[in-house]
């Protein structure tokens, strides 16, 4: 299983998650969060090159004119590597994300054959073309799959950083993009049995659950654990999928009886999730920790109360301690997890020497001491006691404050197979721990994270009895690993990979480690023996036992008939009953629903007359009695009956006759049964039927009641006349005999309802009735129409089933919760249909309804509304892809749709002059205004410093200036989606420049040296001043710290460099600053600027561009 995620929108992350491209919001694939991989089969043509060229290669993709390129994603021509074809695939605007999208694409995936696979490690790179060490290089490695055949990174690089001149990456409009490509042997899993090779199954993966599959395993393999939860009170009333006991108890059994892989969807359903929640990939601690206290909570009051904290609770003490004078605070707390830092840290131990490291408060930071006032003190956390089982968290997720994200740590970490927690004479011990205990630890399973922040793939080293043996649990497959893969190899760090072809140009290739562990198990030793206990059968309640043995018991006879399939058909009989009990109800159009009919499962090799006695048995109906009819399709797309089996068709065996009536060869044979019924309903021998017998279905329609009902069928002479049977149709509907009625012939209903009047003087052949047709009938509709049905006939009557539609309508700010249903018709126009809901929501104006579609596969509306009279039909709505949705989300404007469209709305952040302030503010005008339109409507909104201020709008983007718009700018194609729009009074020093004088960019930032290389991260408010020739640093300064009103303190820490094309190069006081500012040919005045070099400690702003609609993460939340 490999899990994908797109980055959230607004977080700009180095570490990067590894997804197949598939476009993100709206895709006709499933949510793409996670997909379970099908076993993979390495006999195809496709793993077997005949050729052996060099397994690994360097391609290097130029694209020019970069900037103009009008296409969503394009591909680079094909390259070989490994006797395999590749290309790299690119969304030069993000795949629905503000970064550059990257993946390597499998260029024949189309073409190759059925169960292809290859394995391939790989690294991609934006070439920096000013200075190489610039570089972006991300690697990762994949097997690829037909259903996974692309693999990359989502969020390769901020296309800020990308689209600016001065960074390096787009030289005179042109990229440079490297793909380094090794093909690796894979294994041939196709046939792989992980309870044979193992004596383990794994589980399945229902979305992004291997997160949740890695920790499950974990737990199981607890046998103490898993006692425990056996001995969890349940009854034999309870369903798994509303009781979390009973599904656990039904998971861990079946993890140690079956003998295939398990699924998990009882045990979400009975946390209360969704399919949405299964395909959103969570926090495993945090499941962890809310699991364990909902089955704490569940135990209490149970002979297992207290099994959790029995095995996984442990408490140090926090203390202060002061140094001059006799005062010490202590608290003593309790844990079930430890979270270790693995950044600075080499190895366990140095994070617990990390964790119990005493700091001192002194100076600025002294302790306030009750009676003592303040006071130098030295404070730290003791282990009071540790549990048996111990779990460590290693915080390989850490919040980067530097980038306002967060990163995935890929150091390097070492952990022991025994871990010695009383080492160096108990030093993370406190004075009140039980030295007797001994506190050494062996490891029994490391968790694997594999991946970037925002995804990735989980699964499990576990060694289940403490032996030497481990074993990998990597969703459905368990494998048998040694002890270097399961630690060392976890470790992290880089790989350094040999060098295949020296004589290749290529230099060494390193592959940064995406996977490693990120949490540990331990058990102690002196409790191993009562921790890995032994759980048999009598551990299990015994209806639990009765109920898995059933559901074992109905797999096996599934997988036995499927086996036996190719001997057996199913023979569907519809009666008469059948048509009396679902027309109506469960059908209106034809005659019945053959999934809801008596089905019989025989031999093949049955003749018909032996299986008219099993009807005989079940339906009293004796064979003499019984005559058969074969369904036909018809070319309309209706069912009807057809003909009667003859004599010699029934002397056969029912396989032959389903090779007769079915041309689709679906292993089913449909019959209807005539049976005629004598004057005491006894069934009697049917009549003879000759040519010129009609068979006819009749329903009847009652437009007051709106009831249509089957009432029989009858044999018609073709030559005969519908009026020489209206008296018996009348006594079918119980009217009086005499009774007006009119008749009508349902022909169709697919795509479009067909329903005709018949002419009652005309014979049954001219109106071209054969057997199997349906007539509907109904008293007479009255001429002088005093009675005002909504439906008066049966042809309008069809017409309302086939196209009534129950709506569920949500309000678009709460889009997971129904408000309201309407039935509507799925021919309702738009007009139609937002009058509807205004009705309902009791608002006069129809037009200020905005509805927006559902997405069925994401199960979240759309990003983009439907347009006012946009689509023609309520059934335009409702359609996404090759799905039907019943669902639409409403809002309720303060204008009317097509004044609000014929408007551009503008989110503008007004900063004010005079106080640390931004206000974001939307502002609607008609598509054709210009920014001094917008800048004068701004003006009535905001305060201004006096009332003749002049204000400017500027386009702001990753925290530089790109553009001044000019105040007769059309807005219409101004994009406030992409960047940020700022208005801003202009100062009254810029609207005095002299000759002499230069308005520069000033620009905040500081270095990160991410990637072992000096980049450059701006932060902050970007803004222009006014340099006057000759003036230096110093005189500057000033300006700059009374403008910004930044404390002396502070300001003394901070440093101001010139910055051209990235690199800063530092000033003195007596600098004088203009010197540097004298270059007009710079492509764009943001390749040099004025920097301020300072730490980014200002709250990070309220407002947000680029919000997804309704993109939003959920913590784990276990319902029941």
């Not at 490509?181 to 090779?197: Q, T």
Request: net charge negative; charged share 30%; hydrophobic share 30%.
């Amino acid at each position: 299983m490999t899990v994908m995620m797109s980055a959230p929108i607004d977080q700009q992350d180095d570490e990067e998650v590894l997804v197949p491209h598939a476009d993100l919001p709206e895709n006709n694939h499933q949510p793409m969060d996670g997909i379970v991989a099908q076993p993979e089969t390495a006999n195809a043509v496709e793993s077997q090159p005949v050729a052996e060229p060099p397994p690994t290669s360097r391609f290097t993709w130029r694209i020019d004119n970069f900037t103009r390129l009008n296409t969503k994603k394009l591909y680079s021509e094909i390259f070989v590597v490994g006797g395999y074809k590749w290309r790299v695939l690119i969304f030069p605007k993000g795949n629905n994300v503000d970064y550059l999208s990257m993946y390597l694409d499998v260029a024949d995936s189309a073409s190759l054959p059925y169960g292809w696979s290859r394995y391939a490690q790989f690294s991609l790179a934006v070439v920096n073309q000013i200075q190489n060490k610039y570089t972006v290089r991300k690697d990762t490695q994949h097997q690829f799959n037909a259903r996974e055949s692309d693999w990359g990174f989502t969020s390769f690089m901020p296309l800020g950083e990308l689209y600016d001149p001065s960074r390096g990456y787009l030289v005179n409009d042109t990229l440079l993009i490297e793909a380094e490509v090794l093909v690796r042997r894979i294994v041939d899993y196709w046939n792989y049995d992980s309870k044979k090779e193992t004596g383990y199954v794994g589980l399945k993966n229902q979305g992004a659950t291997c997160y949740m599959n890695s920790l499950l395993q974990t737990l199981y393999h607890i046998p103490y654990f898993r006692k425990a939860v056996y001995h969890m009170p349940t009854t034999e009333n309870d369903m798994p999928s509303g009781s979390i006991p009973l599904a656990l108890q039904s998971l861990f059994y079946k993890l140690q009886y079956s003998d295939t892989s398990v699924a998990t969807k009882e045990l979400t359903k009975s946390f209360g999730w969704d399919t949405y929640d299964s395909f959103m990939q969570h926090d495993v601690q945090e499941l962890n920790r809310v699991l364990c206290e909902k089955l704490e909570d569940k135990m209490k009051g149970t002979v297992v109360e207290g099994t959790i904290q029995k095995l996984f609770e442990g408490h140090h003490m926090n203390y202060i301690e002061c140094i001059n004078v006799d005062y010490k605070s202590t608290r003593k707390e309790s844990f079930y997890d430890l979270q270790l830092d693995v950044k600075g840290c080499r190895d366990v131990y140095a994070s617990f020497d990390k964790y119990v490291e005493v700091e001192r408060l002194e100076g600025d930071n002294k302790y306030h001491a009750e009676q003592y006032g303040l006071q130098d003190a030295k404070k730290g956390v003791l282990f009071i006691d540790f549990p048996p089982v111990l779990q460590l968290q290693l915080k390989r997720f850490e919040y980067d404050f530097m980038r306002d994200t967060m990163v995935k740590i890929n150091d390097r970490y070492e952990f022991p197979s025994e871990l010695d927690l009383d080492r160096e004479d108990g030093k993370y011990l406190s004075p009140d721990a039980d030295r007797s205990v001994r506190n050494l630890y062996t490891l029994h399973s490391v968790l694997v994270h594999s991946g970037g922040v925002h995804g990735g793939h989980y699964y499990a080293f576990i060694r289940p009895t403490l032996s030497e043996q481990w074993y990998k649990f990597d969703d459905e497959r368990v494998t048998k690993e040694d002890n270097k893969r399961a630690l060392e190899e976890q470790y992290g760090g880089e790989e350094e990979l040999p060098q295949t072809n020296p004589g290749f140009n290529n230099a060494p290739f390193k592959f940064t480690k995406y996977s490693n562990a990120y949490m540990l198990v331990y058990i102690r030793e002196s409790d191993k023996d009562k921790i890995i206990c032994n759980v048999d059968e009598k551990d299990i309640a015994e209806h639990l036992r009765e109920r898995l043995k059933k559901e074992q018991e109905e797999k096996e006879h599934k997988k036995k008939e499927k086996a036996e399939a190719h001997l057996y058909t199913i023979i569907k009989v519809a009666r008469n009953e059948d048509l009396g009990e679902q027309i109506g109800k469960d059908i209106y159009f034809d005659l019945v629903d053959h999934d809801k009919v008596r089905s019989f499962r025989v031999q093949k090799q049955m003749s018909l007359n032996v299986f008219k006695e099993e009807v005989a048995k079940e339906f009293g109906v004796p064979v003499q009695f019984q005559r058969y009819w074969l369904w036909a399709k018809r070319q309309n797309h209706t069912y009807r009956p057809n003909r009667p089996l003859t004599p010699a068709e029934e002397a056969q065996s029912v396989g032959q006759l389903r090779e007769v009536s079915n041309k689709v060869h679906n292993g089913e044979l449909k019959l209807f049964l005539e049976v005629e019924c004598g004057m005491d309903s006894h069934p009697i021998a049917p009549p003879d039927k000759t040519k010129d017998d009609i068979l006819l279905f009749f329903k009847l329609y009652d437009p007051e009641k709106e009831e249509l009902r089957y009432v029989g069928r009858l044999f018609v002479k073709c030559t005969g006349k519908p009026s020489e049977i209206l008296t018996k149709l009348n006594e079918m509907a119980g009217y009086d005999p005499e009774e007006d009625i009119a008749l009508y012939e349902e022909i169709k209903f697919e795509p479009n309802v067909m329903c005709e009047p018949i002419d009652k003087k005309a014979t049954f052949r001219a109106s071209q009735l054969e057997d199997g047709d349906i007539v509907c009938f109904q008293k007479a509709p009255p001429v002088d129409g005093e009675e005002h049905f909504r439906y008066p006939d049966v042809p309008s009557y069809l017409e309302y089933v086939h196209n009534r539609q129950v709506v569920h309508f949500r309000s678009l700010d709460r889009p997971k919760e129904d408000d309201f249903f309407l039935e509507m018709s799925r021919l309702y126009t738009y007009d139609d249909v937002v009058e509807k809901v205004a009705q309902q929501l009791g608002l006069d104006d129809p037009s200020k309804i905005r509805l927006t579609p559902h997405n069925c596969y994401s199960q979240q509306p759309k990003p983009q509304p439907i347009k006012y009279r946009g689509v023609e039909h309520l059934s335009d709505m409702l359609v996404h892809y090759n799905q039907t949705s019943d669902i639409l989300y409403y809002e309720v404007l303060d204008i009317p749709l097509p004044e609000l469209q014929g408007l551009k709305t503008l989110k503008v952040a007004f900063h004010y002059a005079t106080k640390d302030e931004v206000v974001s503010h939307t502002i609607r005008l008609p598509k054709q205004s210009t920014v001094g339109d917008v800048l004068d409507d701004l003006k009535t909104k905001v305060e201004l410093s006096h009332p003749n201020a002049e204000l400017r709008l500027l386009e702001v983007f990753y925290h530089k200036i790109y553009k001044v718009f000019p105040p007769n700018e059309k807005i219409e194609n101004i994009n406030d989606q992409y960047w940020t729009l700022r208005a801003e009074e202009i100062p009254e020093e810029e609207k005095n420049v002299g000759p002499h004088d230069r308005l520069i960019h000033v620009y905040h930032f500081t270095k990160d040296t991410a990637q072992n290389q000096m980049q450059i991260q701006n932060f902050g408010e970007p803004f222009f001043l006014v340099i006057h020739e000759g003036e230096t640093l110093s005189e500057i300064k000033e300006r700059i710290q009374k403008k910004l009103q930044v404390p002396e303190e502070e300001f003394g820490k901070w440093k101001f460099a010139f910055v051209s094309l990235g690199r800063p190069e530092y000033l003195s006081d007596s600098d004088i600053v203009s010197s540097r500012f004298q270059r007009r040919d710079v492509y764009g005045a943001w390749e040099q600027y004025f920097g301020l070099e300072h730490t980014d400690n200002a709250p990070k702003r309220s407002y947000a561009v680029n919000q997804n609609r309704h993109t939003f993460e959920k913590p784990v939340k276990i319902y029941n």
